[in-house]
T-cell receptor
Framework: DQQVKQNSPSLSVQEGRISILNCDYT??????FLWYKKYPAEGPTFLIS?????DKNEDGRFTVFLNKSAKHLSLHIVPSQPGDSAVYFC??????????FGKGTLLTVNP | NAGVMQNPRHLVRRRGQEARLRCSPM?????VYWYRQLPEEGLKFMVY????????ESGMPKERFSAEFPKEGPSILRIQQVVRGDSAAYFC????????????FGEGSWLTVV
């Protein structure tokens, strides 16, 4: 039973354009959401998070949107850069420590 | 990722041997978590520890797996009598523990069972 779903295994975007990565969740107890970026053979790197009391959080080129009624969040990267190419994981928690991860989306930004 | 130190980075074990993975949390962090990533999967929570205490081990397999975080020294994830299905990447993470504190991950330990 996958409580956090990233339905797109991969996404390809042109450099300079917007990348939109999507994530859906089923557990209404989740109240804190995080995005991590991961390169091969490395650990996940924290990117940005959002609490359920907000619907948007922005940090530089990264913006996360949360739609609680739809149980959906998305990560926008603008403008996309080749160095952004990596696997992006969406994670959620209701306990503030046990993260439930999606399976990840491989983003490829083409020069 | 800087700060959460894991070793070894790569470990090869034969079936039936023991694997020990070590994790030193970020400076100032007293909360440690272990996650496992199987091929083509997301990371799965295994266990949450504070110094000398296991807080939540609901993600640990019932047999052969154990974890500790002693008063002194790193956290250890121990897998006894390894089987091929234990081959995975094991990630340690740490946090300061307060509500809203971000969980930071180490580089991972890749276990291969042959």
């Amino acid at each position: 039973d996958q409580q956090v779903k990233q339905n797109s295994p991969s996404l390809s975007v042109q450099e300079g354009r917007i990348s939109i990565l999507n994530c859906d969740y089923t557990n209404s107890m989740f109240d804190y959401f995080l995005w991590y970026k991961k390169y091969p053979a490395e650990g996940p790197t924290f990117l940005i998070s959002i609490s359920s009391i907000k619907d948007k959080n922005e940090d530089g080129r990264f913006t996360v949107f949360l739609n609680k009624s739809a149980k959906h969040l998305s990560l926008h990267i603008v403008p996309s850069q080749p160095g952004d190419s990596a696997v992006y994981f969406c994670a959620a928690t209701g306990s503030n420590y046990k993260l439930t991860f999606g399976k990840g989306t491989l983003l490829t930004v083409n020069p | 990722n800087a700060g959460v130190m894991q070793n070894p980075r790569h470990l090869v074990r034969r079936r039936g041997q023991e694997a020990r993975l070590r994790c030193s949390p970020m400076k100032g962090h007293s909360h440690v978590y272990w996650y496992r990533q199987l091929p083509e999967e997301g990371l799965k929570f295994m266990v949450y520890l504070q110094k000398e205490n296991i807080i939540d081990e609901s993600g640990m397999p019932k047999e052969r797996f154990s974890a500790e975080f002693p008063k002194e020294g790193p956290s250890i994830l121990r897998i006894q009598q390894v089987v091929r299905g234990d081959s995975a990447a094991y990630f340690c993470a740490s946090s300061a523990g307060s509500p809203g504190n971000t969980i930071y991950f180490g580089e991972g330990s890749w276990l291969t069972v042959v």
